[in-house]
């Protein structure tokens, strides 16, 4: 099963805003609104930053905002601050009840 | 607060089978709402997903490892395992064990992961 793409790097300064995009097909995060995000610090488990494009769970930063325009879906984190340095990645639905990742996005702030 | 813990051999030689279990801690396996399943990261790259396990017995996996891969739970006992067979060294990574929360309507369904292990490294080498 295909992955998702992302790109390999972001930065932006604190206090910016920067946006990872993650492109699909219209076979995955096209045809629905079935993306979510995780947030990975060095050494550290994934955390679930948001799912169905826009959802977020209690305890994530309303900084942290997700939206999609057709195959593409993005996650922008507005305010950078220095905690939010890690790699961030999409996931979406594949065939037969699986999961698909893209390749990871490592943020860098300024 | 649920928890989930990975426990295994951290080190296993090639063609030997990769055997993991994850406990459950905090909360109940067996209320039907979740399924149950792995993830690995190989050293320095990115997420891959393994598969995943409802206590029906209902599973999915990565058609990549299919042929290779088994799970199990016991959800009275709130633990879920995870067996690969014919191990190489590019199974080496951190593997994950993680609840699956899922949305959507059938059968369009969007799995997410929404409690996650802390990881236990596994290496295959001779």
């Known amino acids: 099963q295909s992955a998702l793409t992302q790109p390999a790097s972001v930065s932006g300064s604190r206090g910016q805003s920067i946006t990872i995009t993650c492109n699909g097909t219209s076979s995955d995060i096209g045809a629905y609104n079935f993306v979510s995000w995780y947030q990975q610090h060095p050494g550290k488990a994934p955390k679930l930053m948001s799912w169905?494009?826009?959802f977020r769970p209690s305890g994530v930063s309303s900084r942290f905002s997700g939206s999609k325009s057709g195959n593409t879906a993005s996650l922008t984190i507005s305010g950078l601050q220095a905690e939010d340095e890690a790699v961030y990645y999409c996931?979406?639905?594949?065939?037969?009840?699986?999961?698909?990742f893209g390749g990871g996005t490592k943020v860098t702030v300024l | 607060q649920v928890q989930l813990q990975e426990s295994g051999p951290g080190l296993l030689k090639p063609t030997e089978t990769l055997s993991l279990t994850c406990t459950v801690s905090?909360?109940?396996?067996?209320?039907?709402?979740?399924?149950w399943g792995w993830i690995r990261q190989p050293p320095g790259k990115g997420l891959e997903w393994i598969g995943k396990?409802?206590?029906?017995?209902?599973?999915h996996v990565n058609p990549s490892l299919k042929s290779r891969v088994t799970m199990s739970i016991d959800a009275p006992k709130n633990h879920f395992s995870l067996r690969l067979t014919s191990a190489t060294a590019a199974d080496t990574a951190v593997y994950y064990c993680?609840?699956?929360?899922?949305?959507?309507?059938?059968?369009?369904?969007?799995?997410?992961?929404?409690?996650w292990g802390q990881g236990t490294t596994v290496a295959v080498s001779s």
């Open positions: 396990i409802h206590d029906s017995g209902n599973s």
């Open positions: 905090g909360g109940s396996m067996n209320s039907g709402d979740y399924y």
């Open positions: 169905d494009v826009t």
């Open positions: 996931s979406s639905s594949g065939p037969f009840n699986t999961v698909i």
């Open positions: 993680a609840r699956h929360d899922v949305s959507g309507y059938d059968p369009y369904y969007h799995y997410y992961m929404d409690v």
